[in-house]
């Protein structure tokens, strides 16, 4: 099964300095239909307007995948960790048992993002934060990943839950295929670009809510820049 879910029927909150758009019930947003899926509870589409952004905040017990679609995010957190990251880049941080942090662009231009939170495997542990460059081209055509918790995707950076987010870039006409496990879930959204998914067509920014599927054949049908999330359910 895969479940097309427009972007005109996401949550939205323009704060002015923020235009988010929310794929599972956050803040203000609340849909008992779209709680999550599986072990995935949290995909916001965010534009943050030039030399605003999160003032300090605290978390705990969330994996926090931060991937950089436009501009850049810069971090900052009360464990001394900071950095900025820029389009393309991904960056991740581990809450634990606590961690404050704050995200700003920093940019004279708007930056977009994509912020996805996962349920770690078990309560707790020691909060850690990290960023990573990941050039396209390095995974044009190709699902790579881009933060997991499974052993031998060593390349990726580390998220204490059984899931993987991965990133790929298609030119029109590519097709690119992912193998899910059994019994597990994905999500798929486009940055850019449209595509078909075992026939199923996502326009840029649509979610694609994967279920019961062996494996996804993902066919661009323009020039596309995608971001998976593959879960327990």
Do not use: C
Not at 32 to 44: C, D, F, K, T, Y
Not at 45 to 50: E, F, G, Q, V
Not at 132 to 149: E, N, Q, T, V
């Amino acid at each position: 099964m895969i479940e097309r879910r427009p972007f005109d029927t996401l949550g939205a909150a323009n704060h002015g300095w923020l235009d988010a758009h929310h794929h599972f019930s956050f803040a203000s947003y609340h849909e008992p239909a779209r709680m999550g899926w599986g072990a995935l509870r949290v995909w916001n589409d965010d534009l943050i307007a030039p030399r605003t952004g999160f003032p300090p905040h605290s978390h705990s017990d969330m994996e926090i995948i931060t991937y950089v679609r436009e501009g850049a995010i810069s971090h900052k957190d009360n464990l001394g960790n900071a950095g900025r990251t820029t389009a393309g880049d991904v960056q991740v941080m581990s809450a634990g048992t606590g961690i404050q942090h704050a995200e700003y662009n920093m940019e004279g231009e708007q930056t977009r993002i994509f912020q996805i939170w996962i349920i770690p495997d078990a309560p707790g542990g020691a909060p850690a934060w990290g960023t990573k460059p990941f050039p396209k081209d390095g995974r044009s055509g190709d699902f790579i990943a881009l933060a997991s918790g499974f052993d031998g995707d060593d390349d990726a950076l580390p998220i204490r839950a059984a899931a993987r987010v991965l990133g790929a870039t298609l030119k029109a006409g590519d097709t690119a295929e992912y193998t899910f496990a059994d019994g597990r879930l994905g999500y798929l959204v486009p940055a850019s670009g449209a595509v078909e998914i075992n026939g199923t067509r996502i326009d840029t920014r649509d979610g694609a809510a994967i279920r019961d599927e062996a494996v996804i054949r993902v066919t661009a049908l323009e020039d596309a820049e995608l971001v998976l999330v593959d879960t327990a359910r």
